[in-house]
């Protein structure tokens, strides 16, 4: 898991994806901070830090992730 989580490109896309709308983003964040419980700022504005699920869905949170749970048609 280690591997995954040093991948230089990870954060990258995390940071950005939340903007562009990306729902796999989130949900990978949602999986990796399940499984490993780490609480770091590599997941950039998909997760909140510190993390918990009351922040996760927070307002103010869900205004910066709305893109990702908008359904395309």
Do not use: Q, Y
């Not at 940071?15 to 729902?23: C, I, L, R, T, Y």
């Amino acid at each position: 898991m280690t591997h995954v989580l040093e991948a230089p490109r990870l954060c990258e896309w995390f940071e950005g994806d939340a903007d562009a709308g990306n729902p796999d983003a989130l949900l990978l964040a949602l999986r990796i901070r399940e499984k490993v419980s780490v609480d770091s700022e590599m997941f950039g504005k998909i997760l909140p830090h510190p993390f918990s699920p009351s922040r996760l869905f927070a307002s103010d949170h869900l205004s910066s992730i709305i893109n990702c749970l908008k359904v395309t048609l």
